[in-house]
């Protein structure tokens, strides 16, 4: 059958859609203990001990949470990288000038390049962000990541992403408490926290008008 970006993006709404609403039963579940902490994460001053009671037992499910919803906003990832990989229509003959330094070293390969779509968010077009996004998700389990282009993406990112106590290590490749970073990418650096947001940058990233 032959697809086109906006049949593609239709026929993948229901998984991506159920992808999100398990990031929503996530939220729930952080709801209940963010307002008993500090921005750093410590626990407020004066709680009781019902409340720590609460975040005792929080404390050990949160790995997991943050685990499930990595592998969750992964999983949107690559739903999207696909879509620009086998539908994108506009491959630039050359880097756009501002992330050009993202492509030192790296050749100018009309793989990469169709990946230059898209707003640019902190100094990297949307893009790029999931194309970079999306391979450390699928090689998380290697450590370290190969290719160039991915590893600059996530430079740029640390150096330009506002330094929130919760994002200072967001999108550092050496953050030893961090195995997927794509929560990062897609809630925080994209933007993209909610279905419509996908879809409005789907549509942007594609090309649909």
Same mark, same amino acid.
Request: proline share 7%; aromatic share 12%; net charge negative.
């Given at each position: 059958?032959?697809?086109? !970006?906006?049949?593609?993006?239709?026929?993948?709404?229901? *998984? +991506?859609?159920?992808?999100?609403?398990?990031?929503?039963?996530?939220?729930?579940?952080?709801?209940?203990?963010?307002?008993?902490?500090?921005?750093?994460?410590?626990?407020?001053?004066?709680?009781?001990?019902?409340?720590?009671?609460?975040?005792?037992?929080?404390?050990?499910?949160? !790995?997991?949470?943050?685990?499930?919803?990595?592998?969750?906003?992964?999983?949107?990832?690559?739903?999207?990288?696909?879509?620009?990989?086998?539908?994108?229509?506009?491959? !630039?003959? *050359?880097?756009?000038?501002?992330?050009? !330094?993202?492509?030192?070293?790296?050749?100018?390969?009309?793989?990469?390049?169709?990946?230059?779509?898209?707003?640019?968010?902190?100094? +990297?077009?949307?893009?790029?962000?999931?194309?970079?996004?999306?391979?450390?998700?699928?090689?998380?389990?290697?450590? +370290?990541?190969?290719?160039?282009?991915?590893?600059? +993406?996530?430079?740029?990112?640390?150096?330009?992403?506002?330094?929130?106590?919760?994002?200072?290590?967001?999108?550092?490749?050496?953050?030893?408490?961090?195995?997927?970073?794509?929560?990062?990418?897609?809630?925080?650096?994209?933007?993209?926290?909610?279905?419509?947001?996908?879809?409005?940058?789907?549509?942007?990233?594609?090309?649909?008008?």
């Amino acid at each position: 059958m032959e697809r086109t !970006p906006r049949k593609y993006l239709e026929d993948t709404s229901h *998984t +991506v859609r159920h992808l999100y609403l398990g990031l929503e039963s996530i939220e729930l579940l952080w709801q209940d203990i963010e307002p008993m902490l500090l921005d750093d994460g410590r626990p407020k001053p004066g709680l009781d001990k019902e409340d720590f009671d609460v975040l005792f037992d929080a404390s050990r499910e949160c !790995p997991q949470w943050a685990f499930s919803e990595a592998v969750l906003c992964g999983a949107i990832l690559e739903v999207a990288f696909m879509g620009i990989q086998c539908f994108s229509k506009v491959v !630039p003959k *050359t880097p756009p000038e501002s992330c050009r !330094p993202l492509f030192d070293d790296v050749s100018e390969n009309p793989r990469f390049l169709k990946f230059c779509v898209g707003e640019e968010r902190y100094g +990297v077009p949307e893009g790029l962000l999931i194309y970079a996004g999306r391979n450390q998700y699928a090689h998380w389990d290697e450590k +370290v990541l190969k290719d160039p282009l991915n590893k600059n +993406v996530f430079r740029r990112l640390h150096a330009e992403f506002p330094k929130y106590p919760t994002f200072e290590r967001a999108f550092d490749l050496s953050n030893p408490q961090i195995d997927i970073y794509a929560r990062f990418i897609l809630r925080a650096a994209l933007g993209w926290a909610f279905y419509k947001d996908y879809v409005v940058g789907m549509r942007r990233v594609l090309g649909i008008t």
